[in-house]
């Protein structure tokens, strides 16, 4: 089993659309979860961090699920913006400091 | 603006020469950088763990005589490819953490390597 599974995609949305993503992990040791967006052929940028009790940033809403071994990205009101990949991304402590385990990524493109 | 730099952000060049990628980290200290390495369409890959004044950490499969890692100072890494090959054309990507305080992992805009 893959240390991380994401669906590639690629979600096809209108603007103004509500879209979501889930990733799988496999470590259950894992302590630290994030979201990451990255555009073609440059770096990942941090999008939030994700807590055990769920947050919220703007447009955006992260999940997480340890029973179940999921994080989960809503993105409300679609924008031409947000088209991009977004990666999840696990680390082993819970700063996210050391070692990341990325997701291969799932594609999103955001159609007006 | 950018708190990690590296350089080049692009370079072709031809099979059996070696490439150096330096990662700085700009207004802070980084004891440890890391090395990620991403084919296309496929997830970042942690190669290594630099860490400044000792020897870099090496992730299973990659070879350390073949990435050479030096963390000379507190804010540069460097990752020489040596003897490149086709197939060592990827985008490398480094990413640096602040000594002070819990800080997320800064990331480097990358270099795309592609040997000829």
């Known amino acids: 089993r893959k240390e991380v599974e994401q669906d590639p995609g690629p979600f096809n949305v209108p603007e103004g659309a509500t879209v979501a993503f889930n990733c799988t992990y496999s470590?259950?040791?894992?302590?630290?979860f994030f979201w990451y967006r990255q555009d073609c052929r440059k770096e990942p940028k941090l999008l939030m961090s994700?807590?055990?009790s769920g947050n919220e940033d703007g447009r955006f809403t992260a999940q997480l699920n340890r029973a179940s071994q999921y994080i989960s990205l809503l993105i409300r009101d679609s924008k031409l913006s947000d088209s991009a990949t977004y990666l999840c991304?696990?680390?082993?402590?819970?700063?996210?400091?050391?070692?990341?385990?990325f997701g291969a990524g799932t594609r999103l493109a955001v159609h007006p | 603006g950018a708190v990690v730099s590296q350089h080049p952000s692009r370079v072709i060049c031809k099979s059996g020469t070696s490439v150096k990628i330096e990662c700085r980290s700009l207004?802070?200290?980084?004891?440890?950088m890391f090395w990620y390495r991403q084919f296309p369409k496929q997830s970042l890959m942690l190669m290594a763990t630099?860490?400044?004044?000792?020897?870099?950490?090496?992730e299973q499969g990659v070879e350390k005589d073949k990435f050479l890692i030096n963390h000379a100072s507190l804010t540069l890494s460097t990752l020489t490819v040596t003897s490149a090959h086709p197939e060592d054309s990827s985008f490398y990507i480094c990413?640096?953490?602040?000594?002070?305080?819990?800080?997320?992992?800064?990331f480097g805009d990358g270099t795309r390597l592609s040997i000829l």
């Open positions: 990413s640096a953490r602040n000594i002070i305080g819990n800080q997320p992992q800064h």
């Open positions: 470590n259950s040791a894992s302590q630290s």
């Open positions: 994700v807590y055990s």
């Open positions: 991304v696990f680390g082993p402590d819970s700063g996210g400091y050391n070692k990341l385990i």
């Open positions: 207004d802070f200290q980084a004891t440890t």
């Open positions: 630099s860490n400044e004044g000792s020897k870099a950490t090496y």
